[in-house]
Every structure is written in structure tokens, then in C-alpha cells.
């Protein structure tokens, strides 16, 4: 009888087989890592004491729940010294004041509620930047304009037009950027991207990427409620590059607000912005994006210049945990996610796997930020690197919206023949904002 | 919400698109883009309130046309839908838009002049520059901010022009904000390959009193424009002690094309100071261009630590079969992060020549060498280095016999079972015994039951050690041979072998349902077995078995389970068996559980399980009377105030 391909995974998939685990253990121990070297502290010379010309002074714009974990991610770094803390809300200004004084040792942090002010300080070299997506992009372009290196989280654009900015001024400003999808530097999704990448699972043809939901949506206005003192929640500063509405505390949740975009945002954005980016690194495909996207059975199925097809699918993962992806070739597989396993079609690919880091810690990913600062390096996720990945997800959330296959030159970035899909690669951004 | 009698017609849609955050999924039905026009018109045209307004905005800019623009361009001046209205006039194709912005220059200030001057730079129209022009010289910084980025962005001599006659008269606050425009305007000569315009902006931002950053974006795109004649710039920002200069060069140097670049970087690299070499190096290896390659594999040879280590890193981009004999010579130095830097790139870099490069070197290597190529063989799959594995298994350096035999455990296939069985009884220490050992289990988990006949002697030999190796590379194998002779091995006469033997049963393979006979020397073991260890891991390995046999239906799974309660005597094993009812949402389970409650040494365990089973979304087949009394028998068996208060706001729950 012949097995579909479904079984046979679960057959050859270490986490259904307990001695495959064993399995995989006993050959992934069996030789030292040849994972890619996470960090070159060596090769920049941070083996030492850091002198104070060395430091990397830096200020925090936008630190809610998931600004403060990356900002502890930064702080135990010799070589960084946070020194402001700006946010729209004086609570979250004050706690994170604290956060950082209680790290320095000292009372200096200062709390800014216009971040213009921080981009105006000649103190600062770089901000860490964890508003809501509807800031990313507008304002880790007008820090590079202001000189400041840039690590940002993601999404970092809300549309594709935005996408290319953020290329284009890190390119013309030459400051460095890092956009904080943190998988790019994690040892399980380096390592199963260099056995796609260098050929160990034969000629790539399909690559899965979880894109954490495949519902695009757009915001839009809530009744008025009244709106607090400019002191405790600066409303205006809030909506930012966001079309006028009035306050509402229910839109008060950045993480959420205008997620990933205004005129069709939210829907694979989410994880896509990990998962499809991993699937570009997998396919070599950085300078790139895919050609086709079509919504397809609960799937969004796109296809890359190469041929290879990438397939963005909410269900049919193994028991990895979040953000899975999974490359397959002609001649192996290999699935991994969060939990930091890795399942391969056969075990002997894992060999030299490295450590297992669970649990998608940024640490990694902010060391590779700090020694580009230091070296004027590409970071991992550089902002061309981010500007393909959020492309594709932008092209297939507009497929998504469209409920339509489009077709998207990824030379002149146009939807080809398509008025349609073409409108919907841009928004025009709040008075006075603008990149 | 406000509405009006205007719209009662639009009704539900129009209410829907007023809640913020609502999803928009493009509609599919048979309404035209016309159509849509039509109504979102009608409703700007209207006097809805403005939160009625915004949604049909955004929708305009995807259905709208030049029949839109007339409605759109009066909220233009509302400071509360003009942010809403250029969302729709950026999108719309066609010059009604462009002159409905251009038109609104004259009658606005402040923020919504700004917003519609920065739409208008996006539209890239043309016909704005003289307009824009006149906004140099207004008294608000942001309006000429707006206006200069504008400018740069439509771009052309027009704009040029305009642009550098304002830097030059331009106030001290208005000079960065020009300088910024100037930029934009000769990236867009720069994209359109008018090098001579270029360079012109750029050269006069650079030598304007600008911000720092503006003058390095002046001095990157300077080089840039010029081209190979640019390369002398190049090199002097290279070699300017500051480091902001420096870095802006380091950016360029990834830029500026041509080969003629790539040699004067690389002859750049003997005279820059050390810490800046790495820097460098980095940034010609970002060029992929194979000229610098000869000039990266001599520095991944002959240079400092530090430089060594990033230019080993990078040698895979070349994927050059030359690179070779430096790379090993690398994964072989003392010094951990060269090796590892050199090991890691031999191991990436891609193709059977590198391979055939790999297995040319090992017959003649020895010692370091051999190791690492064995290693190799293994990271990069080489399964052609097998037949050299065994004899290096017993070479006479412990660091080869030890790769050869790990390498073997994921190369070696049922053909390499028998002689690692013979080496494995011949082992001379602890180590080569746990590298065959370990050898042997690689390829039964992968081979499956085909090489255990093979392996089945070892649990006969009369060193116990080997016995215990035997079953645990049986256990790896597998099928009813392996599971007769693991067992067997229970009543082994001597005792740490009956411990492995109820150890591996314990962790039988749940390979269900083809390793589904283990349940009964697992029932055995609760039943007879000679220990109180033996019983309780017997116990957790049915328990183990019944969870996880997909064949099981949660019936079958709560019955086998419930078959096994009798035979467990203490309380550990008793709550093991609650936490396996715990993952069975079902009737049963929560009557096995309720039985359960009632033994005060488990009842908090039972309790809470049965408030996880019955409050279990989705739980099918469980009646309404079934659920709340075992959610009773929690709240009267728990002394657990958090269990008690769960169970009884799930009591409140049902309905």
C-alpha cells in the first residue's frame, strides 16, 4: 500500500518516535557544532573590558511588554548604555526608567515624550524602536535621517511602498538596521536554512512558512472617548503617521493598532515576517520575492522566480512549536519552530546541529546588531533582507484581500496588469509624516 | 454612534465599516467597482459625520477614479478626513488628482498643507514644482521640509535647480531640511543614471554647512556618481580618521560596481590599521565579486587571529575548490575559533568537488587531519569515505577512532553492523566501546529491525556490559526479535542487566502499533515484577503506551487504564495513571476520575483533572448531567480553594 507523503513524514518525524529522538540525539551530539557562528565577539576584539569610546549609547522608543523584553535582551551587554526611554504613555516611561537606571546603577535615564527629541540627542548612536507597526517604518527612517542605527521590530512596514523606503533611506543614509525577526539568528533555523541553502536537501522545490493567520484586515474608528491628558497618553504622537481618528482606549493597544498596515494589513504579517523571511534566506532568495500568489484552500500559495513554490499554511505542522518552517527538496526535508527541534527526512542531516536554543530568544540577534554597529556590517535581517520578506507577505496579504491569484514583478515592484493590487502597495501617511 | 436619515439605505455596510479594527476582505459579490464608487460617494457628498466617512475614503483609493476627486478634494482642508482623503487622492490614477492637490496649495496651512505637499511628492507630479519652489522660502520649517522632500522626490532640473538655489540661501534652520531635499533629488538623478546632475547635489550638500549625516550621504552619493572616477574619494574617506567617514565609506565600498574597486579595496587592505582590516575585509566579501578572492584565501592564511576568523567565515560565498587545503589547515589549528570558523564554511560549501577534494586528502592524512576530514565526511554526507571508516575505527590516534566511529553511526548502513559487533566485543577502553556502541544504535535506528539478528549475540556474551549494550542497541532497532530478547534479558542473572532490560522496556519505542505487543511484559512487569522500581516503571511505560497508541480509541484507552488501577498500589503510580485520564476528554474518563476522587491520598489530583477534562473545549459525547456530577465530586472531594472555585464556575457555566 502506499503511504501518502503525510505518513511517511510522521514515520520518518523524530517527535512521533521515540527512538528516533533518542536517535537524533546520540548523532547530533556525536560532533562538535558547525552551526553558523551566532556572534564575532572574537573578530571585533569584544573579548575585553569596553572603554567608554567603544559604547554604544542608545535610547528606546515605544517600550510596551515586547519592547521591555528586547530592551533586556540589550541591557547585560558591556558594550551598550541605554540612556533615554521615550514613549507615548508616562506609565510605561517611568517603568522602563527604572528598568534601565536599576541596570546602570545610576538615576540618569531621561523619559522623552517626542521622540524627535531622542533623534535630536548627539549622545545617541542608535534606538531600539518596539512601537506599534504603524510606527516602525516612519520613524527607523527618520532616526537613520537623524543618523541613528536602527534596531526595530517587526513588521517593520505597513506596505510594500513603505518596504522600499526603508531600503532605499538605510541605503542612502548608510546606518545600520536590524529588524527584529530574531529567528535569523537562531541556531535550529540557521542551521536548517544552511542545509537548504547549500544544496543538502538537493534541488529546493517547496518551502512552508506559518504565517500566524491569513486574515487581512483595515482599521478604521471607534466612537470618541475622552481623551486623557497630553502627559499621560499623547494621543496625537499614538496615531502618528495613522489617518486621524479621535482617542479611543480600546485602540490604545500598539501592538495591535494599524497592525502591519492601514489599507490591508494584519493577515500572514504576524509570523510572516519571521516564517516567509526564513523561506527567502532558504530559497537565497534575499534579493527577491516571490512571482505568483494565489489564495488557495485555507493556503496562500506563491512562487518564486527559481520555481520553487512557497506555501504559507496555518495547519499541517509538526509539533514544533510557533513559527514553523519546513524546506523541502528533491532529495531530504527538514521542519523546524520554536521549540528548537529539528525533524529531517533523514536523522544523519542533523549531524552537527549545535545547540539547542528554545524559546526564540532576541539575544543573538541583538549581539549581530551591536557588532554591525561596531563594524558598520550587514546585519542578518539588513534592511534589504527586510524589504524582500515584507514584500512577499504584503504581495500575498493583497491576494489575500483580493481573494485572487496576482502576479508581482519583483524587478519594477508593480503587480503586473493589475490597477487593483497595484493601489493597495501604498497609504498616504498622517500630516506632517512622511518617509 | 450619530447617524444620520441619509443613510439609512447604506445601512448594515456603512455601520459595519465605522467599527475600527472590523476586517475588510475585498468584497467578491457582484457590486462593480462603479458601483462602489458610486455609493462611497454619495456618502462623502453627504453631511454623515466624519467617522462615516474615513472607511469609504480608504475604499476610494482602490474603486475610486476621477469621478472621486471631486468629492475627495474638499476634505482636503478637514483636519479630521484630509489625513483620510489623500489616502484615496495618493492612489488615484490620473492628473484630476494631481491638480485637485496642486490646487489646494494656495488655500492651506500649516499640518494640512505639509500632508498635501508630501502627497503631492509621492505623486511625483511635475507640474507642482514651481508651486513646491515658492514653499521654500515660507517662515514654517516644516511646510519647507515638506516642500524640499517634494521636490527631491519628483526630481528632474526643474527641481534641481530650484532646490540648490535654496541651499545656498538657505537660513540655518531651513539649510538640513533643504540639504535633505537636494539628496532625495540626486538619488532620483542617480536611479535614472544622469551621473553629471548627481554629482552636482551631491557635491554641493557635501561641501554645504549641513548636519554631519546629510554631508556623509553628500559623500557616499558623490563617489557614487562618479563611478570608477569616484574610487580616489573612495579610498581618502577610507583613510579619513573619522569614524563616522569611515563607516559611510565602509557602505560605499559595498556599492560602487566594477572590478577596478575590488583591487583598489583589496590593495587598500595592507594599509589600513588592523582593527579596520576586518571591517574592510567584510565589506569586499559583501562585493561578490570573484577578484577578491585570491586576496581573501591569502588573509584567511596569513594574517592575525581576528582576520583569519572572518575571512575563513566567508570563503563559502566563493565556493572555489582551491580553498581546500587552507580551509583544513584551518580546522585543524589549535585555536578554537579558527577551526571552527574553517570547519564550519568546509561544511557549507556546496558540490561533489569539494567532496572528491575531501576524500583525495584522507588515505594520505593522519592524526588532526584525518579527523577532521572524517568529521566532514560525516557533516557533509560523503558516503564514499565508508569503506575507510572501519579501519580508522581502530586507528591508533583516539581522536580518528572516535570520529570514524561516530561518522559511521550516521553513514553506516546493516553492512557495517557485523564488525562493529566484533569491535565492539574487542574494545580495549570505555571510549571505543561507547563509540561502537553508539555506532551500532545509529544504524539500527536507522535500518530498523534488518541488522538485529546481527546484534542479537551480544545479549548472550558473558560480559555484562556487552549485554547491556546489546539491548540498548536493540531498543533502537526494535520489532518482536528485539522485544523477545530485551524481555528475556528481565530474568537475566545478573542484576544491573535486569535493570537496563526493565529500563528500555519502560522506554519501549512507541513506534504503536507495530511495537504494540510491548504492553503486555509492560503489564507483566506492573504485575510480578521484582522490585518496587520495576513495578512503577512498568506502570509509567503502559501509561506511556496507552497515551500514545494512535490505534487506541479514548474508550479503548480509559478501559485499558482502568484495567491497570487495580494493580496500582501507591499513590505516585496512582496519580500517573490521573494524569494520563487527564488527556482523555471523555465520559469515561471523568467516571474514572470521579472513582479516583474519592481516595483522599489522590483526591486533589482527580479533582483537578476532572475539572480540565470537563471544562474541555469542544468536549463531545459528555451529557450535560455526566459533567456537573464529576464537577460535584470535585468541589466535594477538593480541599483546593483555586479547584473548588474552577469547578464551581464551570457548574455555573453549563447550561
Known amino acids: ?435 | 454612534m450619530k447617524r444620520t436619515k441619509n443613510f439609512s439605505l447604506l445601512g448594515a455596510t456603512v455601520l459595519f465599516l465605522t467599527i475600527a479594527q472590523a476586517t475588510f476582505a475585498a468584497d467578491s459579490g457582484n457590486e462593480s467597482a462603479a458601483d462602489k464608487q458610486r455609493k462611497f460617494i454619495a456618502i462623502l457628498k453627504s453631511d454623515a459625520p466624519p467617522q462615516d466617512k474615513a472607511i469609504p475614503c480608504k475604499q476610494l483609493a482602490i474603486y475610486g477614479n476621477k469621478e472621486a476627486v471631486p468629492a475627495l478634494a474638499p476634505l482636503l482642508a478637514d483636519k479630521e478626513l484630509s489625513s483620510w482623503a489623500r489616502i484615496a487622492l495618493e492612489a488615484i490614477p490620473g492628473p484630476e488628482a494631481d491638480e485637485a492637490l496642486r490646487t489646494a496649495v494656495p488655500k492651506l496651512q500649516g499640518l494640512l498643507l505639509v500632508g498635501t505637499m508630501n502627497s503631492i511628492g509621492v505623486r511625483r507630479d511635475a507640474k507642482a514644482v514651481d508651486i513646491l519652489a515658492g514653499k521654500l522660502t515660507d517662515g514654517d520649517v516644516e511646510v519647507v521640509a515638506s516642500a524640499a522632500a517634494a521636490l527631491g522626490k519628483i526630481g528632474g532640473k526643474q527641481s534641481a535647480k530650484a532646490l540648490n538655489q535654496a541651499l545656498s540661501s538657505a537660513s540655518k534652520q531651513t539649510l538640513p531640511v533643504i540639504a535633505e531635499g537636494c539628496i532625495l533629488c540626486a538619488e532620483r538623478f542617480l536611479a535614472d543614471e544622469k551621473f553629471t546632475d548627481a554629482a552636482q547635489l551631491y557635491d554641493a550638500v557635501r561641501k554645504a554647512d549641513v548636519p554631519l549625516q546629510r554631508k556623509l550621504e553628500g559623500i557616499r552619493g558623490a563617489i557614487l556618481a562618479r563611478q570608477s572616477d569616484g574610487i580616489p574619494m573612495l579610498l581618502e574617506q577610507l583613510r579619513s580618521p573619522e569614524k563616522a567617514e569611515f563607516g559611510m565609506a565602509l557602505r560605499t565600498a559595498r556599492e560602487l560596481p566594477g572590478s577596478a574597486t575590488t583591487e583598489a579595496l583589496s590593495a587598500e587592505l595592507k594599509r589600513v590599521t588592523a582593527d579596520r582590516q576586518v571591517m574592510l575585509l567584510l565589506a569586499l566579501a559583501d562585493r561578490k565579486d570573484s577578484a577578491v578572492y585570491p586576496k581573501l584565501l591569502e588573509t584567511a592564511e596569513k594574517s592575525f587571529k581576528a582576520t583569519r576568523v572572518a575571512t575563513l567565515g566567508l570563503l563559502d560565498r566563493f565556493n572555489n575548490v582551491s580553498a581546500v587545503p587552507v580551509l583544513l589547515n584551518g580546522a585543524i589549528d589549535e585555536d578554537a575559533d579558527i577551526a571552527h570558523a574553517a570547519k564550519s564554511t568546509l561544511t557549507r560549501m556546496e558540490g561533489k568537488k569539494i567532496d572528491a577534494a575531501l576524500m583525495d586528502r584522507l588515505p594520505k592524512s593522519s592524526g588532526k587531519t584525518r579527523q577532521v576530514i572524517i568529521e566532514l565526511a560525516a557533516l557533509r554526507r560523503i558516503e564514499a569515505a565508508v569503506p575507510v571508516l572501519l579501519a580508522s575505527a581502530v586507528d591508533a590516534d583516539p581522536g580518528v577512532r572516535r570520529a570514524a566511529l561516530a561518522t559511521l553511526s550516521s553513514l553506516g548502513s546493516e553492512k557495517q553492523v557485523g564488525d562493529l559487533v566484533s569491535l565492539i566485543s574487542k574494545a580495549k577502553s570505555a571510549d571505543d566501546r561507547d563509540g561502537a556502541e553508539k555506532a551500532l544504535a545509529g544504524i539500527c535506528g536507522r535500518t530498523g529491525t534488518k541488522a538485529v539478528a546481527l546484534v542479537l549475540p551480544l545479549t548472550k556474551n558473558n560480559d555484562s556490559e556487552l549485554r547491556k549494550s546489546g539491548l540498548r542497541v536493540l531498543a533502537m532497532a526494535g520489532g518482536p526479535e528485539a522485544l523477545g530478547a530485551v524481555t528475556a534479558a528481565v530474568n537475566d542473572s545478573d542484576e544491573s542487566v535486569q535493570d537496563e532490560a526493565v529500563g528500555t522496556l519502560a522506554t519501549w519505542p512507541n513506534n504503536w502499533p507495530e511495537d504494540g505487543a510491548v504492553a503486555e511484559p509492560l503489564l507483566g512487569l506492573v504485575k510480578t515484577g521484582k522490585k518496587r522500581s520495576y513495578q512503577v516503571q512498568g506502570a509509567r511505560g503502559y501509561l506511556l503506551y496507552v497515551q500514545e497508541n494512535k490505534k487506541l480509541s479514548n474508550a479503548d484507552k480509559v478501559k485499558a487504564i482502568d484495567d491497570l488501577l487495580p494493580l496500582l498500589k501507591q499513590p505516585p503510580e496512582k496519580r500517573l495513571a490521573i494524569s494520563a485520564l487527564g488527556g482523555i476528554p471523555s465520559g469515561k474518563s471523568l467516571d474514572s476520575l470521579s472513582t479516583l476522587a474519592g481516595d483522599p491520598a489522590i483526591a486533589e489530583e482527580a479533582s483537578l483533572a476532572i475539572v480540565n477534562v470537563a471544562t474541555t473545549k469542544g468536549l463531545q459525547g459528555v451529557s450535560k448531567e455526566a459533567r456537573q456530577k464529576a464537577l460535584q465530586t470535585a468541589i466535594a472531594n477538593s480541599k483546593n480553594e483555586a479547584t473548588r472555585t474552577k469547578a464551581g464556575e464551570a457548574l455555573k457555566s453549563i447550561k
Not at chain 1, 528598568?99 to 545610576?106: A, E, L, R, V
Not at chain 1, 512571482?291 to 509538526?318: F, T
Not at chain 1, 497595484?422 to 501617511?429: D, H, P
Open chain 1, 1 to 435: 500500500m502506499k503511504t501518502t507523503p503525510q505518513k511517511r513524514q510522521r514515520r520518518h518525524n523524530p517527535l512521533f518516535n521515540r527512538r528516533g529522538f533518542l536517535k537524533t540525539t546520540l548523532q547530533a551530539s556525536a560532533f562538535a557544532s558547525v552551526a553558523p557562528m551566532v556572534v564575532h565577539g572574537a573578530v571585533l576584539g569584544r573579548d575585553g573590558g569596553v572603554s567608554p569610546s567603544e559604547r554604544i549609547v542608545m535610547g528606546g522608543i515605544g517600550i510596551g511588554n515586547r519592547g521591555r523584553y528586547v530592551l533586556s535582551c540589550f541591557l547585560p551587554h558591556p558594550d551598550v548604555q541605554f540612556v533615554a526611554v521615550c514613549d507615548v504613555q508616562q506609565k510605561r516611561r517611568e517603568s522602563v526608567k527604572k528598568m534601565i537606571d536599576d541596570q546602570n546603577g545610576t538615576k540618569d535615564c531621561s523619559m522623552i515624550q517626542d521622540f524627535r527629541e531622542v533623534l535630536a540627542r548627539t549622545d545617541i548612536d542608535a534606538v531600539l524602536i518596539a512601537t506599534g507597526p504603524n510606527w516602525h517604518a516612519t520613524l527607523a527612517t527618520m532616526a537613520a535621517k537623524a543618523g541613528k542605527d536602527v534596531y526595530c521590530e517587526k513588521p517593520c512596514t505597513k506596505n510594500i511602498a513603505q518596504s522600499l523606503l526603508l531600503r532605499d533611506v538605510f541605503r542612502r543614509t548608510g546606518r545600520v538596521f536590524q529588524a527584529g525577526t530574531q529567528r535569523r539568528s537562531l541556531p535550529n533555523f540557521m542551521f536548517a536554512i544552511d542545509l537548504a541553502r547549500f544544496g543538502k536537501l538537493g534541488k529546493l522545490h517547496t518551502l512552508y512558512a506559518h504565517p500566524g493567520g491569513l486574515d487581512p484586515k483595515q482599521s478604521g474608528w471607534l466612537p470618541a472617548e475622552p481623551e486623557p491628558e497630553k502627559e499621560v497618553v499623547d494621543w496625537n504622537m499614538f496615531l502618528g503617521p495613522a489617518a486621524w481618528r479621535p482617542y479611543n482606549k480600546k485602540l490604545m493597544d500598539a501592538f495591535n493598532f494599524e497592525k502591519g498596515g492601514g489599507l490591508v494589513g494584519g493577515g500572514c504579517l504576524e509570523w510572516g515576517s519571521h516564517c516567509v523571511d526564513l523561506c527567502q534566506w532558504a530559497n537565497n532568495a534575499d534579493d527577491t520575492a516571490p512571482i505568483e500568489y494565489e489564495p488557495k484552500d485555507g493556503q496562500l500559495h506563491a512562487k518564486y522566480p527559481n520555481g520553487v513554490k512557497l506555501i504559507m499554511r496555518n495547519d499541517g505542522w509538526l509539533k514544533m512549536g510557533s513559527c514553523p518552517v519546513r524546506f523541502e527538496g528533491e532529495t531530504g526535508w527538514v521542519e523546524t519552530g520554536d521549540n528548537a527541534d529539528i525533524a529531517a527526512s533523514d536523522p544523519a542531516l542533523l549531524v552537527g546541529r549545535g545547540a539547542k536554543i528554545a524559546g526564540y530568544p532576541a539575544d543573538f540577534h541583538v549581539r549581530n546588531f551591536l557588532d554591525c554597529v561596531k563594524s558598520r556590517g550587514m546585519t542578518r535581517a539588513n534592511a534589504d533582507v527586510a524589504c524582500q520578506a515584507h514584500i512577499a507577505c504584503h504581495a500575498a496579504n493583497i491576494a489575500l484581500y483580493l481573494k485572487r491569484q496576482v502576479h508581482f514583478d519583483p524587478v519594477k515592484n508593480v503587480f503586473i496588469g493589475d490597477d487593483e493590487a497595484n493601489r493597495l502597495r501604498s497609504e498616504a501617511l498622517r500630516e506632517p509624516w512622511r518617509i
